[in-house]
């Protein structure tokens, strides 16, 4: 329209000559009442929304904010002491901070809702959790914060137990519990399965799929990159490609001992593995669920999977009867699940006759079942500090 002409000072005749200058001064009006409303509906719209810092003080945070969330950190250095990010989701405002200058008391609280990240996997690590939990707690007394929610990197045995006296059910004063691993005291009501995720403690990056991603031919059948250990299935899975000579066909490479920290060479070559490969194989290791499962699904490899229960407490919980791996059963993983690796050798014949054309299909599936895994993970995680959080009208 000719407002738009006036706007950029253009000379253009047009023929409203007459009329403009009215017009104008009337849709000036118009367009300052409306930035007034917006800023009104904007300011009202933060009263009634939450703020929420989350506190990453576990690897698995990082799985929370970048992939899940698809959320950026400032510095963009993993090695840096102090990292942060924001953004708004829903009714919430979120800020994330990382890294090993976050320590309780050092810095400021700027939400009355807060999200702890916590490693709970071993004692020294529970050790470090409990601080973070009485400073929180002290911030509740203190009424400094309001409401509280803890992710957990849980115990691979899910022996958890060390948690259950600081939830609000239990006389505490966390809200809500989100888990890994198949806790039995998974409820949906304040405890919840959360995904293990990728190995984020070793820089597993945020991938995006890609066009050869997706349509290149791969050079082998399956990988296996990992620790074999004695007396384990591993064991058993190595010799079943050794006998009909399916380990030629397959990227295999298996050591003894299990390394933490990962060269850059290793990485790469694990990397390119999951990239050259159409299967990963996921034995059981001391839980059924590994970082392997979520690594493959990012880079278009199908996991084939050890369905197995491991020793310890998993299991079932009076939500779901299909441990292991719980939520990504009930989320519809298209993975192929095994029960001994003895199945092994017909899957690979069959992956032999398909044709590339069938291949795509299966990666297109599989990839965007694991970027609709994340979207419904971010969105029931914001649906339910939302429906926690926020005053309802029981007050």
């Known amino acids: 329209g000719f407002i738009d002409h006036v706007a950029l000072g253009d000379e253009e005749w047009n023929p409203w000559d007459a009329d403009?200058?009215?017009?104008?001064?009337?849709?000036?009006?118009?367009?300052?009442?409306?930035?007034?409303?917006?800023?009104?509906?904007?300011?009202?719209?933060?009263?009634?929304?939450?703020?929420?810092?989350?506190?990453?003080?576990?690897?698995?945070?990082?799985?929370?904010?970048?992939?899940?969330?698809?959320?950026?950190?400032?510095?963009?250095?993993?090695?840096?002491?102090?990292?942060?990010?924001?953004?708004?989701?829903?009714?919430?405002?979120?800020?994330?901070?990382?890294?090993?200058?976050?320590?309780?008391?050092?810095?400021?609280?700027?939400?009355?809702?807060?999200?702890?990240?916590?490693?709970?996997?071993?004692?020294?690590?529970?050790g470090y959790a409990t601080q973070w939990l009485h400073y929180a707690q002290t911030l509740i007394e203190t009424r400094k914060i309001r409401h509280v929610a803890v992710v957990l990197l849980g115990n691979e045995q899910c022996n958890n137990a060390w948690i259950q006296p600081y939830l609000k059910r239990n006389g505490g004063f966390v809200n809500l519990l989100f888990v890994t691993y198949d806790y039995a005291f998974v409820n949906e009501e304040d405890i919840f399965q959360w995904p293990l995720g990728v190995a984020t403690y070793r820089s597993f990056p945020v991938v995006e799929p890609s066009w050869s991603m997706l349509r290149d031919p791969r050079s082998y059948l399956c990988n296996f990159l990992g620790t074999v250990y004695k007396n384990s299935s591993r064991e058993t899975l190595m010799e079943i490609l050794k006998q009909d000579g399916l380990d030629k066909l397959c990227w295999i490479a298996a050591r003894e001992q299990w390394q933490p920290q990962e060269t850059n060479e290793s990485f790469k070559n694990y990397q390119d593995a999951l990239l050259q490969s159409d299967l990963t194989l996921c034995p059981v290791g001391i839980n059924t669920e590994c970082y392997r499962i979520y690594e493959a699904c990012s880079y278009g490899s199908l996991p084939v999977i050890e369905d197995v229960m491991t020793p310890g407490d998993c299991g079932n919980s009076s939500m779901y009867h299909s441990a292991p791996l719980q939520l990504l059963k009930t989320m519809g993983a298209p993975f192929?699940?095994?029960?001994?690796?003895?199945?092994?050798?017909?899957?690979?014949?069959?992956?032999?006759?398909?044709?590339?054309?069938?291949?795509?299909?299966?990666?297109?599936?599989?990839?965007?079942?694991?970027?609709?895994?994340?979207?419904?993970?971010?969105?029931?995680?914001?649906?339910?500090?939302?429906?926690?959080?926020?005053?309802?009208?029981?007050?």
């Open 336 to 395: 192929i699940f095994i029960k001994n690796w003895k199945e092994l050798p017909a899957i690979l014949e069959k992956e032999k006759k398909m044709s590339l054309q069938e291949k795509i299909q299966r990666r297109k599936k599989l990839l965007e079942w694991y970027q609709n895994f994340k979207a419904w993970m971010r969105q029931k995680f914001i649906n339910t500090l939302e429906n926690s959080f926020l005053p309802s009208d029981k007050g």
């Open 20 to 126: 403009e200058k009215n017009e104008l001064a009337a849709s000036q009006q118009r367009y300052e009442a409306n930035l007034k409303m917006i800023k009104y509906v904007r300011s009202h719209l933060e009263e009634t929304s939450l703020r929420v810092q989350i506190w990453g003080k576990a690897a698995i945070g990082l799985y929370l904010w970048q992939h899940i969330f698809g959320g950026h950190l400032e510095p963009a250095d993993v090695t840096a002491q102090w990292r942060e990010g924001s953004q708004k989701a829903g009714k919430t405002y979120f800020s994330f901070l990382t890294g090993p200058s976050v320590v309780p008391g050092y810095f400021s609280v700027e939400a009355e809702h807060v999200v702890l990240v916590l490693n709970g996997r071993e004692p020294a690590k529970i």
